[in-house]
């Protein structure tokens, strides 16, 4: 065989000629290593978060034309792309040059905080936009379907995108998007209409689309694609070969010289395994640019399909079928499609392909059970000849194995058309509805006997109950000749339950509810298949119509909606930016890839790379570490530990220590213990995995908070808070209530990773930190303890977060202090960057909660007292555990005025990682307990909560918290009634009253809560906020704070204030970073306080230095700024200032319980309606209506921004996202496959947010309140929206509306409390789960 290893490709218009190319080297890496072009973001390295799209450009000779895809660099290796030609986002615009309207659009629209994830949003619509000038708002939902967003919430996403659009859908008028009013809009108004604005996003002077400034398919590769090319083209690596042939001779040729060689094809299979399991396959054989293997035939009997065609093609196909043929024949293909439509995301549909989804042989890929089931065969090649199997359970003898025998390639797969007596059916739940694994999936066809309902055939497969493909055979066989019918589903449950046995360790979990959801598809499918038989006159008897709402999915729509803020006084002149939605100050360059992330760096000179061993053990000494083998491997520097930090190897905070390196006692898996360093990240990472440690297990064990309090296991002090008489309160109660609720933890999941970059400046010790911090000033202080030496040469550099949360406090200063120590010790660069998975391990993140309650309560829903004892999870050091603890205790009153409340918050000490700092920071769990308090009187004293709430809500004109501090709930109230009224919640609560006496199979549930929120930090000394604003001499302005830009705006209101103290344009003024050299100990960004701190110090520095220009402006009135600004240098006048703000001195004594704990309270409500399945657990936020006050908003569209955002991370917490331990304490969900943020279609489908209009904040910055933990205790609207539809749903079963849920209310907890014959039947025929533990 003739061979070729030259690699040819464009990016960006430059040809690109390889000739080392390395197989293992994936395009992400290779655009921002080897290229420099760093705009393309590394979220997970696993296809699964977007981050790091880009659009794959080829011309196909067979069609004639170029296509265009969005494929996700982090799978795509570079041998692959022989012919093909990349655009990043570079490529398409810049702020430089021309901006591309995707770009312009996103940032305008405030659709980019962190903007981390703005590249691969631009990407995605870009590609879109290459195919469909026009595209439809589907098409926008389906092209961002595979991108996650963890700031925004998406909606300013949407709404820049959707300007595109040609069609819009109908349904809403989509005014609201053109700068008019919705015809959504239609809740009652503010007192004050006229200074009411509903639009933030404006859209005045936006470029048109212009085609001619995209880059033009390169002439030389349409030439070489036109011309046959017969050579297998070979890439050699230092570790791995790949063959990649050019046709299907010499494909099979190569599989039977080397049968153990996996085909790569998509690489979505193959490239996770590698690059994040580590998996390693020293011979590669590349398939795609095999033309056999992407043949498309439509023939008489269906459609015959190349297993090399990628699932979009596949979709493109089953979409026309059903839309051009015969409904009956293309009933299969429509099951298809809507699984489809489900599968991952775009860019992982354009890279996977059909034979790899099938050759994988992983249950929980959808297609094969919905393949199965329609009767498809699968064509299997090899030098010996082609042979046809049935597709269907025997293809898959066990979990990832096939029939194909190991010279075989799967050729192509036949799809027949449906008959018209046949029925077909395909579900899938998953733990987010799209873009994650299934956890079950069926697919289901029922052959009638022709005109009549008798069974002739039935197929049924499930996916997601086992280690492979499961089909009841026996159950299938024993309906055969029965009648479809009430008898025929009895019996068919009954032997399901018996048949369908699903391991207690299957990989996931769940395994009760994995049942339930077999026995509950199929009572789908009985319905679907009689409703259908009325329908095509085979049967009378249709399905009851109060249970036909059962057989329609959840439709995914882009999210719509209403923003609405109070104008500024018309009498502000115009160049004052204060109060105004100014875009994001980064927003374009974020938007066109040019804005710098820590690792987007250059190298320096001689620079290494840092990868962490961390413990695999939860308690144990480590008894020896063996680094023989990793000091060999090539490319490695060294190896450090504890023994090689020269200052101190502990990190102080407040009254406790962790260790840095682990000494010799590690308390959880994930502790670091050691770090590996190499001349690359590849190097360091597979060094690491061949260190040897030898531990010596130690007891206790546990890492639950049950097991903490059996081994009474807690960190000091408890703290707690009481206001009048609780014991006594209780005895006189008419009822009382004791009750327990579960909360679980959250992973922060900002979209860039935790890293740092420090480089030693090579004289007195000096070293810069490029680092990713929320707390610069704590970085430094202990990068300079660690390597004793003083703070002062030590300099920390922020330019910006991609996303913080509160996980960029703490464990990033560790990071940051190993880093320097191996600066230390090798004299050389180093850079550490976190993969997702070690992220997610070693950082950890919000506490999981058990609040025990004991409340006293009188029949009208009065709460007549409030016993409460929190216990949080900690983790194996207390870290912020004791304040994140107060917090929650803080806010346990929420807007209520309980006359008798105590609270008591142990932290339980496990082995688990430390929990640390999240948004929000215990007020969401503290909050939450309260709310649970008054939905369960609600619910037992039969009263709607709403009520219930209203009548314990704080009344007086001056009320006092329970810790005694005093404030006016007058804009509480505010809040509260308007969220109502706009809500139109009296109305749409009758709505949902009727639907649900309408709906069996589906409920619904409205739910709205006020809240009151403490801004500052209870550590009073903290809130303080210092700046420097630097004026040169041609009048430009460098300002420079404390606080950290991690996509909440911090930098763009601390310009407006400038830009309005100056009398200076916000383009004349400019912040370049966060810089310890020059804000010395500041606070970190955090507790809402950043821009109430920052904004007040850059007053007081702008101040200063306009006091100094005022005699000189006021002798020369008629000059310029610029002027002026010489003017007083040539005076000697000092244009440099300092500002600092020293903050309310808030404290709380907890001996005594009492203090102002905070410098004031920011108010809101929500109201959230959802629906849910009850035969899945699937739920679909309907409606939310947020009203938030923010006293007088600095920038109405970064505020509300935030409330979205928070919002939305909100909703994740309380309904999706998910943390798995294994019982032995391994954090099993360490991506995005396996944990799940939300996503596009988690977002309400209508989210309105309003700032409360004439709010006044007397305490902060321009009248403005602090708003960014706020909103997202608001996601737990939607939990009791959940709550209250499942508890109509057991009340139609006769059950009682009060019962256990556990936050977060996933699919399964939903699908499991919405009990009937079916959780009953799984419930008792599963062994328990063993797979996880709940923390
Ligand atoms: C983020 C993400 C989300 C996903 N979500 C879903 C989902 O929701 N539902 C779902 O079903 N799947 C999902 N997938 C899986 C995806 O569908 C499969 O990875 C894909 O179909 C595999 O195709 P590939 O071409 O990429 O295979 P590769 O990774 O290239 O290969 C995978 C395996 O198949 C073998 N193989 C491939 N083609 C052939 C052939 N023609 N003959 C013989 N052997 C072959 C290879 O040898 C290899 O062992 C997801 C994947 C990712 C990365
Ligand atoms: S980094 Fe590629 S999808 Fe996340
Ligand atoms: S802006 Fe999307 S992740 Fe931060």
């Known amino acids: 065989m003739a061979s070729s290893s030259e690699l040819l490709f464009y990016i960006n218009g430059r040809k690109i000629v390889e000739r080392d190319a390395d197989p293992e080297e994936v395009l992400l890496g290779y655009l921002r290593r080897k290229v420099g072009l760093t705009g393309t973001k590394s979220g997970c390295g696993g296809g699964g978060c977007g981050a790091c799209t880009v659009m794959v450009s080829r011309y196909d000779p067979n069609q004639e034309k170029v296509l265009h895809y969005a494929v996700t660099a982090c799978l795509q290796p570079i041998v692959t792309l022989h012919g093909a030609a990349v655009v990043t986002v570079e490529g398409i615009g810049s702020t430089k040059t021309k901006l591309h309207p995707v770009q312009e659009r996103l940032a305008k629209a405030h659709g980019s905080q962190c903007g981390f994830c703005s590249p691969g949003m631009v990407m995605s619509m870009y590609s879109l936009l290459r195919n469909q000038p026009q595209p439809s708002m589907e098409d926008i939902r389906e092209a961002l379907t595979g991108n996650l967003c963890r700031c925004t919430g998406y909606r300013p996403i949407i709404d820049g995108f959707k300007t595109f659009c040609g069609r819009q859908s109908p349904g809403c008028c989509q005014n609201g998007a053109v700068g008019g009013t919705c015809c959504r809009d239609n809740g009652p108004k503010d007192a004050q209409e006229s200074d009411i604005c509903n639009t933030i996003f404006f859209q005045d002077n936006l470029l048109p689309s212009d085609p001619s400034q995209d880059l033009i398919f390169p002439p030389e590769l349409m030439m070489k694609a036109k011309r046959c090319c017969e050579e297998v083209l070979c890439f050699r690596g230092q570790r791995v070969t790949l063959l990649a042939p050019p046709d299907l001779p010499q494909l099979l040729k190569l599989k039977a010289l080397h049968p153990d060689a996996p085909l790569m094809v998509g690489n979505t299979t193959l490239g996770p395994n590698v690059q994040v399991k580590g998996q390693h396959c020293p011979l590669l ?683 006016s709930p007058k804009d509480l109230r505010r809040c509260w009634d308007q969220c109502l009224q706009r809500a139109q919640y009296e109305e749409r609560l009758r709505d949902v009253q009727l639907f649900n006496s309408q709906n069996r199979w589906k409920k619904r549930g409205i739910s709205v809560l006020p809240q009151k929120f403490g801004v500052g930090f209870s550590k009073g000394f903290y809130n303080q906020g210092a700046a420097l604003v630097n004026v040169y001499k041609d009048g430009s302005v460098l300002v420079s704070h404390g606080g950290t830009e991690m996509g909440q705006g911090i930098h763009t209101k601390a310009l407006q204030v400038a830009s309005r103290v100056l009398h200076v344009p916000m383009s004349n003024l400019f912040i370049k970073e966060t810089c310890t050299g020059n804000v010395p100990n500041a606070a970190p960004s955090a507790a809402s306080f950043g821009t109430d701190a920052v904004g007040m110090a850059v007053k007081d520095a702008c101040e200063k230095l306009m006091r100094r220009l005022k005699p000189i402006m006021e002798k020369s009135p008629k000059s310029t700024w610029k002027q002026w600004v010489n003017d007083a240098y040539y005076q000697k006048i000092s244009l440099s200032a300092t500002g600092f703000y020293m903050g309310p001195a808030t404290d709380v004594d907890w001996d005594k319980g009492e203090g102002d704990a905070y410098y004031y309270f920011t108010f809101g409500a929500c109201c959230s309606e959802v629906e849910i399945d009850c035969l899945t657990g699937d739920h679909k936020t309907i409606r939310t209506d947020i009203v938030m006050d923010v006293g007088r908003s600095i920038n109405p569209a970064l505020d509300i921004g935030q409330v979205e955002g928070g919002f939305v991370q909100g909703l994740g917490l309380y309904t999706i996202e998910e943390l798995h331990f294994s019982p032995d304490g391994t954090l099993l969900s360490r991506g995005p496959s396996q944990y799940k943020i939300p996503a596009l279609c988690d977002v309400p489908a209508e989210f309105n947010v309003h700032l409360l209009a004439d709010a006044q904040n007397p305490h902060a910055i321009y009248m403005s309140k602090g708003v960014g933990e706020v909103p997202v205790f608001f996601g737990s609207s939607v939990f009791f929206a959940v709550k209250s539809a499942i508890a109509a749903a057991r009340l139609d079963r006769g059950l009682s509306a009060a019962f256990p849920l556990s936050s977060p209310a996933t699919a399964q907890r939903i699908r499991m409390a919405c009990e009937d014959q079916f959780t009953h039947m799984a419930l008792s025929s599963t062994e328990k789960a063993s797979w996880c533990i709940d923390v």
């Open 285 to 967: 054989l590349y398939a795609g640019r095999v033309a056999e293997l992407s043949k498309v035939q439509w023939g008489e009997k269906g459609l015959t399909i190349g297993a090399g065609c990628t699932l979009s093609r596949l979709k493109g196909e089953m979409e026309q079928a059903v839309q051009q043929r015969d409904e009956e024949l293309s009933a299969g293909y429509k099951a298809l499609l809507q699984t489809l439509q489900c599968l991952a995301g775009k860019q992982i549909r354009n890279m996977a392909t059909i034979g790899g989804n099938i050759a994988s042989g992983n249950p929980k890929y959808d297609l094969c059970s919905v393949l199965a089931a329609l009767d498809c065969s699968l064509a299997l090649s090899s030098e010996d000849g082609t042979r046809t199997v049935p597709l269907d359970e025997s293809v898959f003898p066990e979990f990832g194995k096939t029939v194909l025998r190991p010279d075989e390639v799967l050729l192509s797969l036949h799809i027949p058309y449906s008959k018209p007596s046949e029925y077909i059916a395909a579900f899938r739940q998953a733990q987010r509805r799209e873009f994650a694994f299934s956890l079950v999936n069926a697919g289901m066809k029922v052959c009638l006997r022709a005109g009549s309902p008798v069974v002739q055939s039935l197929r049924v497969f499930y996916g997601g109950v086992g280690p492979t493909l499961v089909r009841p055979a026996h159950t299938c066989q024993q309906l055969e000749g029965r009648a479809w019918g009430e008898e025929l589903l009895s019996e068919a449950c009954s032997s399901l339950t018996e048949e369908v046995k699903v391991p207690p360790s299957i990989p996931g979990g769940k395994a009760e509810y994995r049942k339930t959801l077999a026995l509950s598809f199929f009572y789908k499918f009985y319905m679907l298949v009689t409703e259908s038989m009325r329908q095509r006159g085979v049967s009378d008897v249709g399905v009851p119509a109060e249970q036909l709402s059962a057989l329609t999915p959840f439709k995914n729509q882009l999210p719509q909606g209403t923003q609405s803020f109070q104008l500024v006084s018309p009498s502000q002149p115009l160049s004052d930016p204060v109060g105004r939605p100014n875009i994001h100050h980064s927003g374009l360059e974020q938007a066109t890839g040019e804005a710098k992330y820590y690792d987007d760096l250059p190298p320096v000179q001689g620079e290494l790379f840092l990868h962490m061993l961390t413990s695999s053990r939860a308690h144990a000494n480590v008894i020896n570490i063996d680094t023989s083998e990793a000091l060999q491997m090539p490319g490695v520097v060294t190896f450090i530990s504890a023994a090689d930090v020269p200052g101190s190897n502990q990190r102080p905070w407040f009254n406790t220590v962790d260790e840095i390196f682990a000494e010799r006692e590690v308390l959880c898996v994930g502790q670091i213990i050691g770090a590996l360093v190499a001349e690359s990240r590849e190097q360091a990472k597979r060094a690491a995995a061949k260190i040897q440690v030898t531990y010596e297990d130690l007891q206790p064990v546990f890492f639950t908070i049950q097991d903490a309090i059996k081994h009474n296991s807690f960190f000091g002090p408890k703290r707690q808070l009481e206001r009048g008489d609780v014991d006594t309160a209780l005895q006189t109660a008419q009822h009382i209530l004791e009750d327990e609720i579960y909360m679980g933890g959250q992973e922060h999941f900002y979209m860039e990773t935790q890293g740092v970059i420090v480089v030693p400046r090579g004289e007195a010790d000096e070293m810069d930190v490029y680092v990713g911090t929320q707390h610069a000033a704590f970085t430094q202080e202990l990068v300079s303890q660690a390597l004793g030496v003083g703070s002062n040469k030590i300099t920390c550099h922020v330019k910006r977060l991609g996303g913080g949360f509160g996980g960029k406090v703490m464990k990033i200063a560790t990071f940051s202090a190993i880093t320097a120590v191996a600066a230390h010790k090798t004299g050389r660069a180093v850079r550490c960057c976190l993969d997702r998975g070690d992220d997610m391990l070693i950082t950890s993140g919000r506490h999981p909660f058990l609040v025990k309650y004991k409340v006293g309560y009188n029949s009208d829903g009065t709460i007549v007292a409030a016993d409460i004892s929190y216990y949080s999870n900690g983790g194996c050091t207390l870290d912020e555990s004791e304040f994140i603890m107060s917090k929650a205790l803080l806010h346990m009153d929420n807007a209520y005025r309980i006359p008798h409340l105590r609270g008591r918050g142990l932290v339980c000490r496990t082995h688990l990682p430390s929990y640390t700092a999240f948004r929000g920071f215990g007020g969401p769990q503290g909050l939450m307990a309260m709310e649970s308090v008054l939905y369960e009187v609600s619910v037992r004293c039969g009263l709607a909560p709403e009520k219930v709430r209203e009548l314990n809500m704080y009344q007086d004109d001056l009320c006092y918290t329970h810790h005694k501090q005093a404030f």
